[in-house]
Structure formats: structure tokens, C-alpha cells
């Protein structure tokens, strides 16, 4: 397995109705299943009873259903099972996925005033813009120009900068001294994580974000490893309530929006559309 996928995939409807036009809406339900958990996790497991809980759909009728037809439209790699076409627009989604993200952290680490003017371009002088007559010439004369040599530092945002120089380890010191034993860890582990994502804290956030740990410590950084965990850059009070309620299920998820599949694909069975 490769890991997570991405958010989203090519779905070519001539190739794929064309593949299942002869199909029942279980078969095509299970089908749809396994791809989808392909895009998302990069091949399905080589255990039927795992596959069929993946498809929603009884391991006896399952096996009838991979001999007879689904085996057909995978192959095997590795640990698992892959099908040719899901595996190339996979890669793909993720080739583009990470060209994005590096165009994304070259800006970021550029950074650039993206409003400043290049340097062989002077500046529109106010006399000019007033429709004064006088030339261009000694206009350009009375307030020279400076050219950037290309040794100058690219120049930060203000706000990056403000928020680069918090000290969130010192100021939960300050504001709550009794805590720095107990969240003083986790503090830093926020703080590094917000970094790596490019979008470090300002003071006022970290001070909402201590208060909010003052408040319920357990809770506070069981969202921080959450958060880190998933990737998110903000902390999801949510859903750590949600896993701590025992609302998490022991088994993998039914992909996102295959219900709907199978709604759409019985309704238009009894149409006869299919």
C-alpha cells in the first residue's frame, strides 16, 4: 500500500459504462468499491474477506463474485491487487499533486513582494498621472531610481515575520506557568507542525490556542496529535471527541460516496436505462 491518495481522480463515463454495461448493480457496486479504495490507499489487499468488506457485499457472495468476474479486472503487485487503469490515473493525480506543491513552495520560499515593480521599470511620477506637461526627462531627474542588485534578500511578509518570531514555549511560560511540565511537548510539536505546513501562529492565535489548552489539556493534545496525524493545519476538537465517544469504526471505511452509487445505479435499473 502507497499511502494516502489523491483528493481527486479522472473519471472517464464512456470507458467506465462501457466496462460494466452488461453488469448487475452489485457487481458494479463492488467494482466501484475497490477502485475507489485503490485511488485512495494504492492497491486492494490480497485477503477476499478484507475485499469484500470493502465492497459491502457477503464474503460467499463475494468469492462467486471476484471468480467469476471482478479477478478478471485486476492484476496482481506486490501485496495486493491493482487495476491498470485506476493505478495510471492515480499517478498521474499525484504527479500533478506534487508539481503543484513544489510550484506552491518555491513562491513561498521566494519570498517576493509580488506588488513591487521590476527594476527597469521607473515608477509613474504623480506629475505625470496630474497630466502635468513637464518631460519625462526631468521628472525622472529630480527622484532617481534605485535598481535591487541581485544580492539584496528577498523581502518577508510582516505578518510572516511576526509570526516567525513567536515564541509559543515562552509565552505559555508567561501566561500559564503551571502547564509548561505538562503541554510544554506538545507545544513544540504544534508549533514544528505548523512550520513544516508554512503557517505558523501569530501571537493572538497562539494565545487562543493556550487558553483553549488551559482549559482541557488531555483534550488539547490529543487534537495536536490528531492534527499532525491527518495533516490538518488547525486542531479538530471534533473529531478527537467523536474517536474518544467510540464513534471510530474497527475497519477500514466504506469509500466515500459509494452509497450513492449504488442508489443512482438501482434507480436507474428500474428505469431500464441500464
Not at 513544489?102 to 519570498?111: E, H, L, Q, S, V
Request: proline fraction near 7%; glycine fraction near 6%; hydrophobic fraction near 40%.
Amino acid at each position: 500500500m502507497s499511502g494516502p491518495g489523491p483528493a481527486r481522480i479522472s473519471f472517464l463515463i464512456d470507458l467506465w459504462a462501457s466496462a460494466v454495461a452488461s453488469w448487475t448493480g452489485e457487481e458494479r457496486g463492488a467494482y466501484w468499491s475497490l477502485c475507489v479504495y485503490q485511488a485512495q490507499y494504492g492497491a486492494v489487499p490480497d485477503d477476499l474477506e478484507h475485499m469484500a468488506r470493502i465492497a459491502a457485499v457477503p464474503i460467499d457472495r463475494f468469492r462467486e463474485l471476484w471468480a467469476r468476474l471482478l479477478a478478471a479486472k485486476f492484476e496482481r503487485v506486490g501485496g495486493g491487487w491493482q487495476n491498470a487503469r485506476m493505478h495510471s490515473e492515480r499517478e498521474r493525480a499525484l504527479d500533478t499533486r506534487r508539481s503543484q506543491k513544489k510550484k506552491a513552495d518555491d513562491r513561498w520560499n521566494a519570498g517576493a513582494d509580488a506588488t513591487a515593480l521590476p527594476g527597469h521599470m521607473p515608477g509613474q511620477s504623480r506629475s505625470t498621472c496630474r497630466g502635468s506637461t513637464s518631460s519625462p526627462t526631468s521628472s525622472s531627474s529630480s527622484s532617481p531610481t534605485t535598481t535591487p542588485t541581485a544580492t539584496e534578500a528577498p523581502s518577508v511578509p510582516r505578518a510572516r515575520k511576526r509570526a516567525q518570531a513567536v515564541d509559543p514555549k515562552a509565552l505559555l511560560f508567561e501566561l500559564y506557568p503551571a502547564l509548561v511540565e505538562r503541554l510544554g511537548a506538545a507545544v513544540d510539536r504544534y508549533a514544528e507542525h505548523r512550520k513544516a505546513l508554512h503557517k505558523p501562529l501569530t501571537l493572538a492565535g497562539w494565545k487562543a490556542q493556550l487558553k483553549r489548552a488551559a482549559e482541557d489539556p488531555d483534550l488539547w493534545e490529543a487534537a495536536v496529535d490528531q492534527s499532525i496525524e491527518a495533516g490538518f493545519p488547525a486542531l479538530r476538537f471534533d473529531l478527537v471527541r467523536a474517536r474518544q465517544n467510540g464513534h471510530q469504526r474497527t475497519f477500514d471505511p466504506e469509500p466515500t460516496g459509494i452509497g450513492a452509487v449504488r442508489a443512482f445505479v438501482a434507480k436507474q435499473q428500474q428505469r431500464g436505462t441500464f
